[in-house]
């Protein structure tokens, strides 16, 4: 920095260093430099943005955010997959999120693009930082918690990790010399979810989450009602019958997802390691876990969403994963043009 202070990586790099610890305004007016020294470098406006959301300021957020849709910083995949979880959502839904990939797609198109901006997109990791509950409620999330209560919460959670460091409590589930601090125990961000789940229950909103939250952790704190739709899962109490969600689901699955990012070139020539390539395989999780409902919607439904597999998915899956979710096609019960594709595989006989 003091040979090159005019260097935008070396500014970003700096800012990040010094914004990662909490709120900082240094490191933003870092992450501010290297934006307006080089605009067209996209890494600085992907922490301005998170910055700006953190201290309530929408119109640079906002900013920030149409740098990203303009600079193409966020590729097609991962932008489809965001508009496939909102597209699913019931109307002034809340999707709570778990990191990069399924938070600034939705962000840029809720906010940006317009699309579904009735729902709030809460980011989990945020919520650990001070100024982040706040600033959702400002953007319409119903208050779920006071600055007093937060401080005391934030108190007890500290007195939580340390027992739990100490060994004085213990995770259900929790394997020896694994410990995870994502957990009710030590995480202040998943305490507040549940927070932002009963406020929202109060409020009749719908809360969901994202298909990359940890299905064994929240999903038990949650509550038993937890209906699971595919990329997200509905979270809240509602009035809807399960069956009749996942008719709507399946419909909107084969009609109304996107796919564009997952037939392009780029993705099909990307590497195995090609992080969008990855994110692609959590549409194969989502049908390997409802394809066995299906039944009740009946063939015409499994058909189309067979196709929809073979056309769009299985071309992208790691080698090591293609084999077990093909396998979710093999049962006698399903049309004869799926029985005859699992008889090329070796699994269904005559």
């Known amino acids: 920095m003091e040979k090159y202070p005019a260097n935008p990586v070396l500014l970003y790099l700096s800012g990040k260093l010094k914004s990662g610890k909490h709120e900082n305004l240094e490191g933003r007016q870092l992450l501010e430099r290297a934006a307006a020294l080089d605009p067209d470098y996209m890494d600085p406006w992907h922490g301005l943005a998170a910055a700006y959301i953190l201290e309530g300021d929408r119109e640079n957020a906002d900013v920030a955010l149409r740098h990203l849709l303009n600079g193409k ?39 940006i693009i317009r699309f579904r901006p009735d729902v709030n997109i809460v980011n989990r990791p945020l919520l650990n930082i001070d100024s982040y509950p706040s600033s959702i409620v400002k953007e319409g999330v119903p208050e779920f918690i006071s600055h007093d209560s937060l401080d005391s919460l934030k108190v007890q959670v500290a007195a939580d990790r340390e027992k739990f460091v100490q060994g004085q409590i213990r995770l259900k589930g929790q394997s020896k010399g694994f410990p995870d601090y994502r957990n009710e125990f030590v995480d202040l ?16 909103r719908p809360v969901y989450f994202a298909c990359t939250i940890d299905r064994y952790n929240l999903w038990e704190q949650a509550g038993p009602g937890a209906r699971y739709l595919g990329l997200v899962t509905l979270v809240t109490h509602s009035s809807t019958a399960y069956a009749e969600r996942l008719r709507k689901l399946f419909t909107l699955w084969t009609t109304v997802y996107r796919t564009g990012g997952l037939d392009s070139w780029q993705l099909r020539s990307a590497g195995k390691n090609n992080a969008a390539r990855w994110l692609s395989s959590n549409y194969a999780f989502a049908l390997e876990s409802l394809i066995r409902q299906t039944d009740e919607a009946g063939p015409e439904v499994q058909l189309s969403l067979f196709r929809w597999y073979r056309q769009h998915l299985v071309d992208l899956l790691d080698k090591n994963f293609v084999d077990k979710a093909n396998s979710m096609w093999f049962d006698r019960r399903f049309p004869r043009e799926i029985r005859e594709w699992s008889k090329t595989k070796g699994w269904l006989g005559d």
């Open 73 to 111: 910083a966020v590729e097609d995949v991962v932008m489809d997959l965001s508009y496939n979880m909102l597209a699913t959502l019931d109307t002034n839904a809340i999707l709570i999120t778990n990191g990069d990939n399924d938070t600034f797609p939705g962000w840029i198109l809720t906010r």
């Open 189 to 204: 961000g998943d305490r507040l979810v549940l927070r932002i789940i009963e406020a929202a229950e109060r409020a009749g």
